[in-house]
């Protein structure tokens, strides 16, 4: 079964550091990848999209990493601040049509 | 562009009505989708459509019915409400290869 994992599944830290996400998935031939941000009560908006044949996308203070081979992506935030706290959420789109989402990690930023 | 919208933004069911979720786009994406949200569970997918007249079933698509008669709109339709049915649905949208785009979704509470 194609499935994503996001782990820790909750994470504090301080204003000002740099942090990293993690995002694991199970197969090597994955379409693209997107990395979400969720508020609250709120729909998801996108943050970074990699496709299949690129290591890497930058914006802003987000970068993001794919590393097919070991079915890793990594989503850093750098000089994080309390505006960042949300739910990050990784998918997959293991074939062209279906996305496949892990369950999130919970972001707080302490002031 | 309005981008994806969905009405109601909350309802409230007894078991056993029907009702009908509407999602719209304006960005003449082909494909588009249904996703229902769940504490613990992350997004599931129910089912999806890569163009007016096809649809597909997701991940979860029991209880659900779509269609899709132009490429603007994708309702999502409860045939029979089940207390199990209650959760937070998004619909998304997008074009082949490109960023998944979210509507703010429609709370629904079955009782």
């Known amino acids: 079964k194609q499935e994503v994992t996001q782990i820790p599944a909750a994470l504090s830290v301080p204003e000002g550091e740099n942090l990293v996400l993690n995002c694991s998935f199970t197969?090597?031939?994955?379409?693209?990848l997107q990395w979400f941000r969720q508020d609250p009560g709120k729909g998801l908006t996108s943050l970074l999209l990699i496709q299949s044949s690129q290591r890497e996308q930058t914006s802003g203070r987000l970068n993001a990493s794919l590393d097919k081979s070991s079915g890793r992506s990594t989503l850093y935030i750098a000089a994080s601040q309390p505006g960042d706290s949300a739910t990050y959420l990784c998918?997959?789109?293991?074939?062209?049509?279906?996305?496949?989402f892990g369950t999130g990690t919970r972001l707080t930023i302490i002031p | 562009n309005a981008g994806v919208t969905q009405t109601p933004k909350f309802q409230v069911l007894k078991t056993g009505q029907s009702m009908t979720l509407q999602c719209a786009q304006d960005?003449?994406?082909?494909?588009m989708s249904w996703y229902r949200q769940d504490p613990g569970m992350g997004l599931r997918l129910i089912h999806y459509s890569v163009g007016a007249g096809i649809t597909d079933q997701g991940e979860v698509p029991n209880g659900y019915n779509v269609s899709r008669s132009t490429t603007e709109d994708f309702p999502l339709r409860l045939l029979s409400a089940a207390p199990s049915q209650t959760s937070v649905y998004f619909c998304a949208s997008r074009t082949e290869g490109e960023t998944q785009y979210f509507g703010p979704g429609t709370r629904l509470l079955v009782l």
């Open positions: 998918a997959v789109f293991f074939g062209n049509e279906k996305l496949t």
């Open positions: 197969d090597s031939a994955i379409y693209n």
């Open positions: 960005m003449n994406h082909e494909y």
